[in-house]
């Protein structure tokens, strides 16, 4: 299993570009999140599905947005990029089954992404 | 809202000094707890959890960590610390509601001196 996934690993965009963060996950888990980190600071749920066709906002989600089309894809658009979006964006999963038992999120690599 | 608070943010250590990192969280109600761990250039990893039963949890690499209710605390201790534990440490929180997100605390990240 590859696990998490996260495409691209590094990006630079100028103000008011667009782009979307992919991630892909091949364990089958129900539950995605996008968490982004900045510098000295834990990380922060930006959107997280909770399965095919259900997305809900997270603590910062202002600037993105999201889809879940299919179970192992969680992409994540940024419509007009502004220098505070400049952070490493995580990508998570996890699988709780309908008795909601949590268990732990398996982290993607992270994608670094400066806006100038 | 629930909130985690990391004490250290950079602690400096000689190897086979023990270790102690602090983790209190606020939220009144059950809560599942973790540290995880992120080494110089790769993801988060997860080092260990508490979900329920003994406080006292045991990890990988020899990492432990003891859940004190009534401190709302969850520190993680490693005896003796080597150089390859070098890393940055993430105590998170999961409120087993809505959408099992974790709330994570600030990080601490540790140097070990060979």
């Known amino acids: 299993n590859a696990g998490v996934t996260q495409t691209p690993k590094f990006r630079i965009l100028k103000i008011g570009q667009s782009m979307t963060l992919q991630c892909a996950q091949d364990m089958n888990h129900n539950y995605m999140y996008w968490y982004r980190q900045d510098p000295g600071m834990g990380l922060k749920l930006i959107y997280y599905?909770?399965?095919?066709?259900?997305?809900d906002k997270g603590e910062v989600p202002n600037g993105y947005n999201v889809s879940r089309s299919t179970t192992e894809d969680f992409p994540l658009r940024l419509e007009l990029a502004a220098p505070s979006q400049t952070s490493v964006y995580f990508c998570a999963s996890s699988y709780s089954p309908p008795s909601g038992i949590y268990n732990e999120q398996f982290f993607g690599p992270g994608t670094r992404l400066t806006v100038l | 809202a629930q909130s985690v608070s990391q004490h250290n943010h950079h602690v400096i250590l000689s190897e086979a000094a023990s270790l102690e990192l602090g983790c209190n969280y606020s939220y009144g109600g059950t809560v599942n707890l973790f540290w995880y761990v992120q080494y110089p250039g790769q993801h988060l990893q997860l080092l260990l959890k508490y979900f329920s039963g003994d406080p006292l949890v045991k990890g990988i690499k020899g990492f432990e960590a003891e859940f004190i209710k009534s401190k709302f605390s969850f520190n993680l201790r490693k005896p003796s610390v080597q150089w390859s534990d070098t890393a940055e440490y993430f105590c998170?929180?999961?409120?087993?509601?809505?959408?099992?997100?974790?709330?994570f605390g600030t990080g601490t990240r540790l140097t070990v001196i060979p």
């Open positions: 599905s909770v399965g095919a066709g259900i997305t």
């Open positions: 998170a929180v999961n409120a087993r509601t809505g959408a099992n997100n974790l709330f």
